[in-house]
């Protein structure tokens, strides 16, 4: 059996990233070895990427067991490197794993360029940086961009200081960073950490904007949990419908019979009418995501309005019934989102257990933080689209592979499944008409015609 766990599979990569060819690999070999360094290097960079893959399946895991080889192998060198882009290997490989047009498309750059007689340096960096536009370009991807960002730092650190141009012979050996003039220590020392600033500024001025998968706090003014002392509990499902995932999560829910929650984006409803009719035919409760998932907190009152009514219009109008449920993006918000929202005649919904389907995490994980975490009343959250910064692209079949094994493992448990709308009527049942409980219990509130 594979390993699916994000920690066990970058401490593999890691550790072998260590035992490469310029390091601890080489020195195990004999000098009479045979064995080529570049095998080495690729072998070691692939052995935990495929586990990964085959492991957990998601390119969340792909892009972690990446990066862990990525930084083992240049800790590892501690000489210089055997070979051109040696240090890079990791990230070549794992984008063979990504996107194979990708490597293409900078593979030919490179040749291009080196023909063109672009230094070592230069034509790394190049490469580097093109990587982020021809990834976004083919795949739309977050995800990919975070692995690339992250290569060219690596870059930035161990190129910047040798960049000079210096026309080279098509025909000569290529120039190792380390065969270059090198600056003074301090002037290294400021262009790295000036450009790696620059870089991670920007970087997390995006995140923090578009990236916050968790609530803040317990709310008094928001509906987050229901009533700890009864076994019922609330399916959610955000970021949909998508026209991949959502269909297959519906059919499961069909199969269990099992109600459940759906937190719409208004664009992906705009482009989904059928699977939108779907989710409401089927009796499952609809809520609105905002239009185009955009951070609400920060967000000025015009563009905090429009995100929420314009959704509430396209939604309602496809179900052709007002719907009464909201959830802020990533569950940032505001003192004026919740105003909005209310003037809309929202309730605002977050959650209590977070099944981090969101990171792209194996399904024994999706299936672990919800069977070992679920108390009565919590609001469980799972996506159906969406990816770590976008509203989609993401890698959702862990999602659905453990959602039938998540279901069987809370019946089990003695947990009954509603919706969020039936949660908060549980809820406020039990503040003051406790005598219609037993009514409620003996009768599902879940039925179908």
């Known amino acids: 059996m594979f390993p699916d766990s994000f920690l066990m599979l970058s401490s593999i990569a890691f550790l072998l990233g260590l035992f490469n060819s310029s390091a601890l690999g080489q020195k195990i070999y004999r000098p009479e070895s045979t064995v080529e360094p570049r095998v080495l290097d690729v072998s070691l960079v692939l052995l935990p990427i495929m586990a990964a893959r085959l492991g957990v399946g998601s390119g969340m895991s792909v892009v ?15 000489a210089a490197p055997k070979y051109s882009l040696q240090r890079y290997i ?30 070592y340096s ?28 992250a290569w060219v730092i690596l870059i930035l650190y161990n190129e910047i200081p040798h960049l000079r141009w ?8 290529e120039h190792l960073a380390t065969e270059m003039e ?9 262009r790295q950490a000036m450009s790696i600033s620059l870089l991670l500024f920007l970087a997390g001025f995006v995140l923090f904007n578009r990236y916050v998968y968790h609530g803040f706090g317990l709310q008094q003014e928001l509906f987050r949990v229901g009533n700890r002392e009864l076994p019922f509990i609330a399916l959610t499902f955000d970021d949909g419908p998508d026209p991949l995932y959502t269909p297959k999560i519906l059919d499961i829910l069909e199969e269990k019979d099992v109600p459940a929650t759906f937190f719409l984006i208004g664009k992906h409803a705009q482009q989904n009418h059928n699977i939108v009719r779907r ?22 009152e015009q563009n905090t309005w429009d995100e929420i009514a314009r959704a509430d219009q396209i939604i309602s109008g496809i179900v052709d019934r007002k719907i009464h449920l909201f959830r802020p993006p990533r569950g940032m ?56 910064i976008g509203t989609s692209g993401g890698y959702r079949y862990n999602t659905v592979k453990a959602l039938p094994t998540i279901i069987d493992g809370l019946r089990a448990k003695g947990f009954h499944f509603v919706t969020v709308s039936q949660l908060i009527m549980i809820a406020g049942l039990t503040e003051g008409d406790d005598e219609l409980l037993p009514d409620i219990l003996d009768n599902p509130p879940f039925t179908r015609d």
């Open 333 to 388: 918000y505001s003192k004026t989102t919740v105003k909005f929202a209310h003037e809309l005649q929202y309730t605002t919904v977050l959650w209590s257990i977070s099944s981090r389907d969101w990171a792209e995490i194996s399904t024994g994980n999706v299936e672990r933080n919800i069977l070992r975490n679920t108390r009565g009343g919590d609001i469980l959250l799972f996506h159906d689209s969406g990816s770590i």
């Open 122 to 149: 230069i034509n790394v960096l190049i490469v580097g940086l093109s990587s982020l536009p021809i990834l976004w370009l083919l795949h739309y991807r977050d995800l990919y961009m975070l692995f690339a960002l």
């Open 166 to 173: 210096k026309r080279v012979s098509p025909t000569s050996a």
């Open 279 to 300: 989710i409401a035919e089927a009796g499952h409760d609809i809520g609105n995501h905002t239009y185009s998932h955009r951070n609400l907190y920060g967000l000025d």
């Open 182 to 190: 090198a600056l003074p220590r301090k002037a290294i020392i400021m």
């Open 64 to 78: 972690l067991t990446g990066l862990a080889s990525l930084m083992s192998f240049h800790l590892a060198h501690w």
């Open 90 to 119: 990791p990230a070549l490989v794992t984008l063979a794993f990504l996107s194979p047009l990708a490597l293409l498309s900078i593979a030919v750059l490179w040749s291009l360029l080196r023909r063109l007689g672009v230094p």
